[in-house]
């Protein structure tokens, strides 16, 4: 048999027990529960019965037809009267360009971090550069010009060095494919 000492011993563990189980529980009155405001957002959005109905129309052809080739209108002016019509005559304009003169650029740096790279074309159209960003392959290159003097962007070569301590490259100028 259990002493008397074990026996007051765990009577007086179970009732500290529900006293801390039970006993705020019971003491505690009518509970309030807090509950959230939450306006549930519906999945598929109900439809207006009395939404806007559109009409589809069919397109129109234009019966104007236009020239194949662009082309220029002159008009010639004589010391006529007022009232008399003037004179126009319609000249086709060649499709090519003849511009022969080739055009240059100086590509700087490329550079990983764009930030940078816009920082330091800011700094150079500050300084009276034809600086740009070009984004390609995940760089973004630094490119001054483009310009039809060679010697000119030549001599800015020397220049972009001392300020930026690159050595740029002289390119050819591709407006097509710059």
């Known amino acids: 048999m259990a002493s008397k000492f074990q026996s007051r011993l765990v009577g007086t563990i179970v009732l500290v027990a529900l006293g801390v189980i039970v006993l705020p529980d019971v003491l505690d009155g009518q509970k309030t529960h807090y509950k959230d405001d939450v306006a549930s957002i519906p999945i598929k959005p109900e439809l207006d019965s009395q939404a806007e109905q559109f009409e589809v129309l069919n397109p129109v052809e234009d019966k104007a037809a236009l020239p194949k080739t662009p082309v220029t209108v002159t008009e010639e002016q004589s010391k006529a009267p007022a009232n008399k019509p003037l004179k126009t005559e319609v000249k086709d304009v060649p499709d090519t360009n003849t511009y022969q003169d ?15 790279a816009k920082t330091l074309v800011e700094d150079l159209q500050k300084r009276g550069y034809q600086a740009h960003v070009k984004q390609e392959n995940g760089f973004t290159r630094v490119i001054v010009g483009p310009d039809v003097s060679k010697s000119k962007l030549e001599r800015q070569l020397g220049e972009l060095e001392k300020i930026t301590g690159a050595k740029g490259q002289l390119l050819k100028f591709k407006p097509l494919n710059p």
């Open 102 to 116: 080739d055009a240059w650029l100086i590509q700087l740096m490329a550079l990983k971090n764009a930030d940078n």
